[in-house]
């Protein structure tokens, strides 16, 4: 509860400061203060000190999964502020209000990993959605920011019409008319044509929120139209919050149905490693690239929701930190090239090795090679998958799905390092080079000691 009602108050305190001041480094620094003080207020929760305590009705409920996943969203938030808070300022002169708007985003964060209802459910989305409609098209002089924000729009509606959709059909399954979790997970007895309905509209709605195939078209066309800065937090921190309030979802209301919707969810994960990586060899520009790379690691972390056991739990949130990280490092670095395309790397190595030596880490991490966070990220995906012991043939696609994924990670290595160029960088500061570091250091650290990440799930109480 402390993270829910912080985030929306310096939300508040974000939008005067653009009225106070003028001065953008006194702007990007209580940004980066009011996330140091969120991530604290959520470490706070995590340990039982709440600050307020309100009734709410049962309508959230804070376990220490959720509160966990809000530190890997809250501390990947802080290092994307570190690195990128400046050329969020550059994008136009609204910088407060673009930090207001992710501050917004992170309450919605923090409300869709602790529902207990669908109606709490539906607004957190919503919280999530309308301030990145705003960030999408904040570049207001850029048709392709504009085309992205609108398309985002109209996607974004759809899918939360068919939500709303799913939800009534819902409510009208349960014996009472109720939108909490547990009645819904009592309403399975009868498996009426509502519940079933309600259930299948809430997959296709939740596969469209996280890019899943065949709900991905919007996906590549609002992240690369999207500036940069920002495509960076959507297909992070926004993606992976949505994620847990998936398997929430199917986990406390479907679970006890999961033969019965277990075979489509299979199918969707094998279309999107499909398609996100296939698609993803033949992109000339690295930012399309990575948002078709983005609908692929979708699909392995959909593996979470096929199983909805043990290790699925674990995994995911192992998944989620890697790559949270090693995607905002890689953004991190491509804000700072002129020339988004693979030739725009070429000899990188060359002119600045600090950056092109941490950028091969995140790149390695993202391809799943052992030593990285990456890696027993996606085994414990895939190890998820095998302990239900009916989806070999989806765990061997998903391996060479992975082996494809090599491919076009190891173009931007080998243009990085094994071709002749001078790319244009920005100017990069030291402390820029130094938190890019620490991020190369967490995500090997996690590929090293993934365990310590995994037991405190078991090990923090509320």
């Not at 919007?218 to 847990?244: E, H, N």
């Not at 690239?289 to 995911?316: R, V």
């Not at 905002?328 to 060359?350: R, T």
């Amino acid at each position: 509860m402390n993270a829910i009602i912080f985030s929306a108050v310096w939300g508040i305190v974000m939008m005067f400061s653009g009225v106070l001041s003028n001065n953008k480094k006194t702007i990007q620094a209580t940004a980066i203060v009011g996330l140091i003080l969120l991530f604290i207020v959520n470490l706070l929760d995590l340990g039982g000190n709440h600050f307020i305590n309100i009734d709410l009705h049962n309508m959230l409920y804070f376990e220490t999964f959720g509160l966990l996943f809000n530190a890997i969203a809250f501390g990947a938030s802080l290092l994307y502020f570190l690195l990128s808070s400046s050329d969020i300022l550059k994008v136009g002169v609204n910088g407060a209000e673009y930090f207001a708007l992710i501050f917004f985003v992170l309450c919605g964060v923090s409300i869709v990993t602790s529902f207990n209802t669908l109606l709490m459910l539906f607004l957190g989305i919503e919280i999530i959605s309308i301030p990145l409609y705003i960030l999408t098209g904040a570049d207001k002089r850029d048709l392709k920011s504009n085309e992205a924000s609108l398309k985002y729009f109209l996607m974004g509606a759809f899918s939360t019409g068919l939500m709303l959709l799913g939800i009534t059909f819902l409510y009208g399954a349960t014996a009472n008319g109720s939108f909490f979790l547990d009645d819904i997970a009592a309403a399975k007895t009868s498996l009426s044509p509502l519940y079933i309905i309600g259930l299948l509209l809430l997959l296709v709605s939740m596969s469209f929120k996280v890019s899943a195939a065949p709900f991905h078209f919007w996906t590549p066309d609002v992240y690369d139209g999207a500036p940069t800065v920002f495509t960076s937090f959507m297909a992070t921190i926004v993606k992976a919050a949505v994620f847990i309030a998936f398997i929430r979802l199917f986990g406390d209301a479907f679970g006890d149905t999961i033969q019965r919707w277990q075979i489509f969810v299979a199918i969707i994960i094998a279309a999107t490693l499909f398609i996100g990586n296939i698609t993803a060899v033949f992109q000339q520009s690295v930012k399309r690239m990575l948002a078709y790379s983005s609908i692929a690691q979708a699909g392995f972390m959909l593996f979470a929701l096929l199983t909805l056991n043990t290790f699925a739990k674990e995994g995911i949130i192992l998944y989620t930190a890697a790559y949270s990280i090693a995607t905002i490092g890689i953004f991190a670095v491509l804000i700072k090239m002129k020339d988004y395309s693979f030739e725009g790397f070429n000899g990188l190595a060359k002119h600045h090795p600090t950056i092109a030596a941490v950028t091969t880490i995140f790149l390695l991490s993202l391809a799943g090679i052992p030593l990285t966070a990456g890696f027993f990220a996606k085994y414990y995906m895939l190890a998820a998958a095998l302990q239900t012991g009916k989806f070999l043939w989806l765990v061997i696609f998903a391996v060479l799905c992975a082996a494809i994924s090599v491919y076009y990670y190891f173009r931007i290595i080998q243009a990085m390092y094994f071709k002749e160029g001078e790319p244009q960088v920005l100017e990069t500061t030291l402390s820029f080079r130094v938190v890019l570091i620490v991020l190369s250091i967490i995500i090997i650290l996690l590929g090293i000691f993934p365990q310590w990440l995994i037991n405190q799930i078991y090990y923090l109480y509320l």
